[in-house]
């Protein structure tokens, strides 16, 4: 890929959650300290909500890799729509703790408390974080409360952490979990990055991938990647990463803003979820008399408008798909040729 040509030591902008990559702005900072504070507290729950790709399983990861207490057992799970039995067996799995043959809920139960008792008598304590804490029905979120109430000596057992999307903030809300938000000892809602926080992390990530320029990406760029992105984390990794490719197809040493908007083009269903198609008037009124065939309401030249349209944006899909195919072939030729530079380098050495 274009690693090489940059002089990166790996890609910057992937996708995996890597807490190397960890940048906190003022809001990830706060929803960090808010989880190692619910930490030290060692009881209730922490949640943590904010909008897709603002980087929620990033702090978790962060979190679980900065944990340095040797006493406390963490997991994670990532959830689906799982019932409160289905939750218990998740969290026995993740634990690894032995159960019998007949998983009852009552049986889970016995296993998960005893488990968790055998932690305190070691002077140790689980933590629970559950990514994707938005999926969970109602009474699934109840069961994570009714866990809390194992105690010894007037001290929980095992603590939760809750991260999801803003759907999770409806579900707390209901009015049948007024016993789960007393519980709820901080919270903390992420937010997209503002320009200047965007390119402060762009720098950050190119620097933890080991470059040591400054002017790949000109201060005017960031702007307008923002306004590709909204700002939004995941986004700018799969768009950057993509500028980063184009440049590398290019031979561009500097990041231009006629390089974005042309990647930007080029990705506009990626980025916006859907093409803007064009929507053609009815020949027909709303409601057609089909007793008496009204003739349709529309003007020749009208209609003729519309398909001119339809067939201008599927000249432009056609232009766009071909300019892509292009970049390709140039892409995988690039690749033939420092093939073919390296192992003639490897050759020489061989003969010396």
């Given at each position: ?5 940059y002089g ?13 990559f960890f940048?906190?702005t003022?809001h990830?900072q ?6 190692q ?5 060692g ?5 943590i909500t904010g909008?897709?790709g ?7 990861r962060?979190?679980l ?5 040797q006493?406390?057992i963490?997991a994670?799970l ?6 409160p ?9 993740e634990?690894?703790?032995p159960?019998?043959s007949n998983k009852?809920?009552?049986q889970?139960?016995q296993?998960i ?5 055998n932690?305190n ?7 629970l ?8 029905p109602i009474?699934?979120?109840?069961e994570?409360?009714?866990l809390?109430?194992f ?8 603590q ?6 803003e ?8 009015p049948n979990?007024e016993?789960?938000?007393q519980r709820?000892?901080?919270?903390a809602?992420?937010?997209?990055l503002?320009?200047e926080?965007l390119?402060?992390?762009v ?12 002017n ?14 909204l700002g ?5 990794n799969?768009?950057i990463?993509r500028?980063?490719l184009?440049?590398f197809?290019e ?8 390089a974005i908007e ?7 269903l990626?980025l916006?979820?859907s093409l803007?198609k064009p929507s053609?008037?009815?020949s027909?009124?709303n ?5 008496t ?6 003007k020749?030249?009208e209609?003729l408008e ?7 944006e599927v000249?432009n899909?056609?232009e ?6 292009i970049k390709?072939t140039k892409?995988v030729d690039?690749l033939?040729?420092q093939?073919s530079?390296?192992?003639?380098k490897?050759n020489i050495?061989?003969?010396?």
């Amino acid at each position: 890929m274009y690693e090489s040509y940059y002089g990166f030591t790996e890609r910057p902008f992937q996708l995996t959650p890597d807490p190397r990559f960890f940048f906190a702005t003022k809001h990830h900072q706060r929803a960090l300290s808010y989880l190692q504070y619910g930490l030290d507290q060692g009881e209730g729950f922490i949640v943590i909500t904010g909008p897709i790709g603002t980087g929620k399983t990033t702090i978790a990861r962060n979190l679980l890799n900065s944990i340095a207490d040797q006493n406390i057992i963490a997991a994670q799970l990532v959830t689906t729509k799982l019932s409160p039995q289905e939750l218990l067996e998740l969290i026995v799995a993740e634990f690894n703790i032995p159960v019998t043959s007949n998983k009852s809920k009552a049986q889970l139960l016995q296993s998960i408390e005893k488990f968790l008792v055998n932690l305190n008598r070691q002077g140790k304590r689980a933590l629970l974080i559950v990514d994707e804490a938005q999926n969970l029905p109602i009474e699934t979120v109840e069961e994570l409360r009714m866990l809390s109430n194992f105690q010894l000596n007037n001290k929980p057992l095992i603590q939760s952490f809750l991260l999801g999307q803003e759907e999770l903030k409806d579900i707390i809300d209901a009015p049948n979990m007024e016993q789960f938000r007393q519980r709820i000892i901080a919270s903390a809602h992420l937010k997209p990055l503002s320009v200047e926080e965007l390119g402060h992390y762009v720098q950050h990530r190119l620097q933890q991938a080991g470059y040591n320029k400054a002017n790949l990406f000109p201060k005017k760029t960031f702007a307008l990647i923002h306004q590709k992105t909204l700002g939004v984390p995941r986004k700018v990794n799969i768009f950057i990463d993509r500028v980063l490719l184009f440049g590398f197809l290019e031979d561009l040493t500097e990041i231009s803003t006629e390089a974005i908007e042309e990647v930007a083009d080029e990705m506009a269903l990626e980025l916006t979820g859907s093409l803007q198609k064009p929507s053609l008037e009815s020949s027909t009124n709303n409601k057609p008399d089909t007793l008496t065939h009204t003739n349709p309401k529309v003007k020749p030249s009208e209609n003729l408008e519309g398909i001119c349209e339809v067939l201008r944006e599927v000249d432009n899909i056609l232009e766009t798909s071909i300019k892509q195919k292009i970049k390709m072939t140039k892409y995988v030729d690039k690749l033939l040729k420092q093939k073919s530079r390296a192992m003639a380098k490897a050759n020489i050495k061989a003969e010396l």
